[in-house]
């Protein structure tokens, strides 16, 4: 990828950048918490955005896109918004950094990636934090402090692309490390680091590549759920609510509300719970956690689908250790934790079965827990 992005950087610009990268993610559990003020547990892995980049003196940005094959120009003042959807991620990212105070120049820039687009590994998260990494070491010696890099990308999202995430995808694209997953407060923002060095496992994504756009909003739906449970229970948010307290109110609200509740009650928990097995090494348990929590996102949660359902039940028959939805639901990824030894099986049953039900095969990512953003 370096070698193309610097061919192509020469051709256009003539000469030399410097480069940058950051990482898409994965979430090995805690799905549904941040808005209830729990912990999630992401890492950057080895699917990267990587970008070389020059200042020039045109008070212009220039950038073309490799895989899509396609440039674009456009001026730093709010009003030069380009149109091209994926430019907008780098326009965003060069208006929030002047938003906050920081420097932009204009510059010449080349770029690629292999964080797969729209498959829940937070391509455009990778985008952002590349870019902002980029001109926070450029333009500003690195005096924007990295939550707030990660704050500039969930900002553009907010401002310029119209997603309205929380900050997970660019937390974890900005302060991924190698072997390292982050368990991250979403109530305090404060975050630990845990070593994810799983000798004997790897991580493999299957991707149902299907997406059930359900009609009445069901995310929403699911937040007032949790939103009505912790006001009846006199809490701000269901991370101060525990079992106990739910029992004891589960003849006042809806036996719906009650699974809505019960799940994010036991999330938090199995969070806790993964930490505690990874400074141990022990991955059975994180394996088992996974499991739990794929269980309660299908039947208390009820935002699985039946091909998610599918492929965890394959996992299971094939003696996988983990297995889960990976994300908000209805479609996506399923993440899984398998014995080296048996990966190779796995992936291919999954793939023969899926496709005998659904008519098209998942799609396979085997990914590291790696770097986030970075100077190359
Ligand atoms: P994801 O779940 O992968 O973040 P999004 O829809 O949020 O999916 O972001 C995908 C968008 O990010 C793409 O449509 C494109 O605009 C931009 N993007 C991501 N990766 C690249 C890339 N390698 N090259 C150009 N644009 C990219
Ligand atoms: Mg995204």
Redesign the pocket.
């Known amino acids: 990828m370096e070698k193309q992005i610097s061919a192509e950087f020469e051709k256009r610009f003539g000469g030399t950048g410097t480069f940058y990268a950051s990482a898409g993610r994965i979430n090995l559990i805690g799905e549904h918490t941040d808005y209830n003020g729990g912990f999630v547990f992401p890492g950057a892995i080895d699917k990267v955005i990587m970008t070389e980049i020059r200042q020039n003196d045109l008070d212009k940005v220039r950038v073309y896109s490799i895989d899509i094959d396609d440039y674009a120009e456009f001026g730093l003042n709010e009003e030069d918004a380009p149109q091209q959807s994926w430019a907008r991620y780098i326009f965003g990212v060069c208006r929030e950094v002047i938003k906050r105070g920081g420097v932009v120049k204009g510059f010449d820039a080349v770029f690629a990636g292999n964080v797969p687009l729209g498959a829940g590994l937070?391509?455009?998260?990778a985008l952002e934090s590349c870019f902002a990494f980029a001109l926070n070491d450029m333009f500003n010696g690195n005096t924007i402090d990295k939550f707030e890099l990660a704050r500039i990308g969930q900002s553009t999202e907010h401002n310029y692309c119209g997603?309205n995430c929380g900050i997970m995808?660019q937390f974890a694209s900005v302060f991924g490390k190698k072997g390292q997953l982050m368990r991250l407060d979403c109530r305090s923002m404060e975050y630990e680091y845990y070593p994810f060095n799983p000798e004997g496992y790897e991580l493999v994504l299957v991707d149902s590549v299907v997406k059930h756009e359900l009609a009445d909003s069901p995310y929403n739906k699911r937040r007032q759920s949790c939103e009505r449970v912790a006001k009846r229970l006199g809490v701000e948010t269901l991370r101060d609510a525990t079992m106990e307290m739910l029992d004891e109110v589960k003849g006042d609200i809806t036996a719906e509300d009650y699974f809505r509740a019960k799940f994010v009650i036991e999330e938090k928990q199995r969070v806790l719970d993964v930490c505690d097995a990874l400074n141990r090494g022990d991955y059975d348990t994180v394996g088992e956690r996974m499991y739990e929590t794929h269980r309660g996102l299908s039947k208390d949660y009820e935002v699985s689908c039946e091909e998610l359902d599918y492929l965890n039940d394959i996992a299971r028959e094939c003696g996988v250790t983990g297995s889960r939805i990976m994300g908000g639901g209805f479609g996506g990824c399923t993440i899984n934790l398998v014995k080296n030894e048996l990966r190779d099986k796995f992936v291919e049953t999954a793939c023969r079965k899926f496709n005998e039900r659904y008519g098209h095969e998942p799609k396979i990512y085997d990914v590291v827990i790696s770097d986030g953003a970075r100077r190359v």
């Open positions: 937070s391509s455009s998260a997603v995808d």
